[in-house]
Each structure stands twice: as structure tokens, then as C-alpha cells.
């Protein structure tokens, strides 16, 4: 008998479970706020760059409609301005992603994946949903997911005490999506701006929607501004080119070098500015509704980091990833708590690495994580060990919490310099 599935939230983790299951011949009703066209039209809402294994998660569906018109992001460089040299740097280097990483604006991705859904006969409500949402499709179908993101609905889920350090936003965001962005000279990349005690600046390429119709490539300056900080000036601003004049400004002032990037940029559209805020926090993963049915969380609903580490889309395609192949496996046996915290618990063993590294990112860092950091200026295999990390974060485990084991870290990847082109010294 065909199994039913209702999943709340067409986002990067609800769409793409949904587009599995009907794949896999299940019934699927997915609730999304919005229509493509309304999506398409909208404002844009993340970075949403996606390393290596999680577009691999949408390679095996076949949903990487975007990848041959999207420039890739072949790279991370990470700078650190000098803070008494202005427009000198105190640390830099670069290196090349082993397979490239990809940004493709979500208002697009979102609004292909909708319509693919759709047209492949899948059953779209559209609905701004709420606790009565959930009760009426939970009990017409077998499983009833919750992926709205940083959407309200989210706090049906009881805030995980111990996994969630912080109670308020710890950066204050402000993101645009530019045209006319000079490329970086070596090979393109996330170009990662650490300015200490300020805040960071990440630019990197990607694919956007093109007025009119159709696509275009764009580069976004992304502003995380430790809160009361000089970067935090935007949470007010509403003019859109009074955002494009500050966020010039403000390079021309910390990042001389990406103010010569950016100097003759435009915004790629009238949506193309975002600010906001995140509280970082996870979830537990099973809510239990008035009628004392079950559902279950997924993406950032459960797991929200800050989007310093640019980490969050790629950890929902991971996680709705592995929510599939266990409904897949699953059968037609009862989808039970134990079977729900299991599905969790085993995304779990995976997300908390890049809740851990997020989170320790948002402090200063501590004298053994600058040490290896200063290694990777001068040693191309640390450079490359550390770049490639952002593709897998256990990687950076346990050397990030551990003195000794980051010792050994830099003496193991110290030699090895193959693949580590693309490495510059500051
Ligand atoms: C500024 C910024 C930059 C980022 N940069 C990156 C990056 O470079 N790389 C990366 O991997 N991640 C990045 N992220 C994070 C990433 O965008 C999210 O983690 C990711 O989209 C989460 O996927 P999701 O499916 O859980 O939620 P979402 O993709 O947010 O989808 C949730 C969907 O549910 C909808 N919804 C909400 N409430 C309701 C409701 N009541 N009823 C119906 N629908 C509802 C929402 O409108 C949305 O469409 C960034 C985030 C921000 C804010």
C-alpha cells in the first residue's frame, strides 16, 4: 500500500525529501507560504552556498538543474586585517576546494523544485501553516515532518538546554547580491574576511534570478557584524542603495581589498538586500500536537546554527538525505518516536560537528586554532586540510578543542603539498 508523508515548509531540506519520496513512488503533501512566482519575486534569503556532499545529496535525485549555468566557487581564501597597517593583511592564505563548492539562489532553487513537484503530480498546499495544519495532516497521513526553518512553527519543538548555548542573536546580519564584482585574481572562492572583535565578511559567487526572466551570475558581500560593533549599522536601513553605499563604506574602511572588488558593483535586483538576525539553538526532534500525535523536525527547525560557517543548507540537504533512505528503509512499519529520535539522533551524529565549530567560531579564537592558522599561511597542506574541512566539518575535529591534537594536525598536514594549489602566503 503507498505510504503517505506531509512535509510543512518547501525549503532546501522539505523540497528535497518531498522530490525523494515522490521519486520513490510515496504520496506526498507539502505545505509551502509561498508560489514560485512569489518566490521568484521575492527577497532574497541566504548565501545558501552548498559544498561538495551535499550537492552530491542532489546529484543523486537529479535535481541540480542550476549546476552548469552557476559559477562555481573553487576556494576558500581566509584574510585578517592588520590591525595598525591599514589595507595591509596580519594573516591570509588560500586554497582550492578539492571539488567545487555552488550557490544557487534559493528564490530559484526553490521555485524549480515547487514546480517540479508539482508537475511530477505532487500535492502542494499552499498555506501559511499552523498547529491546526499539523493536526489535520497528521492524522490523514503516515508521517507529518516540520521543515519551516527559522519559520514560528519551529518552536512546536522543545529548545535542547544543553546543545544551545547561546539565548540571543550573537552577529547581526546584513547580505546583498551584486553584479559588476571584480573576480579574485587566483581562482574564485568563498573570500573570508575575519576582522577581530568586528565581525566577518564573506564574498562569494553564485547564480540569481535575472529580471526579466532567467538567470545571471552575481557575487554577494555578506556582513556578520558582532552586535553594537562599526559593522552592525544596517538593521534600520531600508533603501536599497543606501545599503549597496554603506556596505562600500564599510570595505573602503576594514577591506581595502574588497572595496577595489566591489567598487563599481550594482545590486543584481530590487529584492537583493536582506538583514536580520539568528539565535542559534537545537531543538529536540519529536513535538508532540494537542491530539498526542506525533511529528517530527527537520533542517534547521531542529538545528540552527549562525550562518557564519556557511553550513546550514548543506547540513538540511544532508539531513533530508538521510531522513529518506530511513523512510525508504523503514518499509511499512509505524513511524514511532523511537523510530523518529533514531532519524534524528543519526543526522545528529553528523550536525553537531558544525554546531560545535559554528559556535566556536563566534568566539575569539583560542591561541592553538591562530597557531594553526598562521601554519596554513606558510604550509600548503594545512591550508588545504583546513579549506577542505568546510566540505566536511568533523574534519576539524579534534584538533579545534584540543591544543595537542591541533599540534599534531599541523605536523601531519605540514608536508603534504599536493592538491594545495592556489595557496598564497600574506
Ligand atoms: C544570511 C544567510 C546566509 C546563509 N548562508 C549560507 C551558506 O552560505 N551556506 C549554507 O549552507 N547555508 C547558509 N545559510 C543557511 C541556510 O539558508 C539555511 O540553513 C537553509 O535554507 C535551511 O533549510 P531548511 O529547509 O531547514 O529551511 P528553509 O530553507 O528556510 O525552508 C523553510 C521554508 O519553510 C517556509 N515556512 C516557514 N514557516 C512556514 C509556515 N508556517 N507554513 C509554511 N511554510 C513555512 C519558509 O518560507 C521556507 O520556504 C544562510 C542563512 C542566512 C540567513
Known amino acids: 500500500m503507498m505510504r503517505n508523508v506531509a512535509i510543512i515548509g518547501a525549503g532546501q531540506a522539505g523540497l ?8 520513490s513512488g510515496y504520496g506526498v503533501t507539502l505545505v509551502s507560504d509561498r508560489t514560485p512566482e512569489q518566490l521568484l519575486s521575492g527577497r532574497i534569503m541566504s548565501t545558501q552556498a552548498l559544498f561538495h556532499d551535499a550537492c552530491t545529496t ?21 584574510s585578517v586585517p592588520h590591525p595598525e597597517l591599514p589595507g595591509q593583511k596580519a594573516l591570509a592564505f588560500s586554497a582550492r576546494l578539492d571539488q567545487p563548492a555552488y550557490s544557487v539562489d534559493q528564490r530559484l532553487k526553490f521555485a524549480g523544485w515547487l514546480r517540479e513537484f508539482q508537475t511530477r503530480g505532487g500535492n502542494v498546499v499552499l498555506e501559511s501553516a499552523d498547529i491546526q495544519t499539523a493536526e489535520r495532516l497528521s492524522s490523514a497521513h503516515d508521517l507529518t515532518l516540520i521543515a519551516t526553518g527559522k519559520g514560528e512553527l519551529g518552536q512546536l519543538f522543545a529548545r535542547d538546554p544543553e546543545r544551545s548555548p547561546y ?5 547581526h546580519l546584513a547580505l546583498m547580491y551584486l553584479k559588476n564584482v571584480a573576480p579574485r585574481p587566483d581562482h574564485s572562492a568563498v573570500s573570508f574576511n575575519l576582522i577581530p572583535g568586528v565581525g566577518e565578511v564573506f564574498l562569494l559567487p553564485g547564480l540569481t534570478v535575472a529580471e526579466g526572466g532567467g538567470t545571471q551570475p552575481y557575487e554577494n558581500v555578506f556582513i556578520e557584524a558582532i552586535p553594537g560593533g562599526p559593522l552592525d549599522v544596517f538593521a534600520e536601513v531600508r533603501d536599497p542603495r543606501q545599503h549597496l553605499e554603506m556596505m562600500q563604506e564599510l570595505l573602503r574602511q576594514f577591506l581595502p581589498w574588497e572595496y577595489e572588488r566591489t567598487q563599481h558593483a550594482e545590486l543584481t535586483d530590487t529584492q537583493a538586500t536582506l538583514t536580520g538576525r539568528v539565535t542559534p539553538g537545537v531543538r529536540r526532534p519529536v513535538a508532540t500536537l494537542p491530539s498526542g500525535r506525533e511529528v517530527l523536525g527537520l533542517g534547521d527547525t ?16 544532508k539531513a533530508a538525505a538521510i531522513y529518506l533512505e530511513r523512510i525508504l528503509w523503514h518499509g511499512d ?23 560545535d565549530w559554528t559556535n566556536a567560531l563566534l568566539g575569539p579564537p583560542p591561541p592553538h586554532v591562530l597557531e594553526v592558522l598562521g601554519a596554513a599561511q606558510t604550509r600548503p597542506g ?24 591541533a599540534a599534531q594536525f599541523v605536523a601531519q598536514h605540514g608536508v603534504a603539498e599536493h592538491r594545495a594549489a592556489g595557496f598564497t602566503r600574506a
Do not use: K
Open 382 to 405: 594545512v591550508a588545504h586540510a583546513f579549506v577542505n574541512g568546510f566540505n566536511h566539518p568533523p574534519q576539524f575535529f579534534p584538533w579545534l578543542g584540543d591544543p595537542q591534537a
Open 333 to 355: 512499519r509505524s513511524f514511532d518516536r523511537v523510530w523518529m529520535t533514531g532519524t534524528f539522533d543519526e543526522y545528529w551524529s553528523y550536525a553537531r560537528f558544525v554546531t
Open 58 to 78: 542532489e546529484r543523486q535525485l537529479g535535481l541540480n538543474f542550476w549546476e552548469d549555468a552557476c559559477p562555481p566557487v573553487e576556494g576558500i581564501a581566509l
Open 16 to 23: 528535497q525529501l518531498a522530490l525523494g519520496l515522490q521519486a
Open 167 to 171: 539565548s540571543a542573536p550573537q552577529r
Open 302 to 317: 531542529l538545528v540552527l546554527n549562525d550562518p557564519l560557517t556557511g553550513q546550514g543548507a548543506g547540513s538540511a540537504a
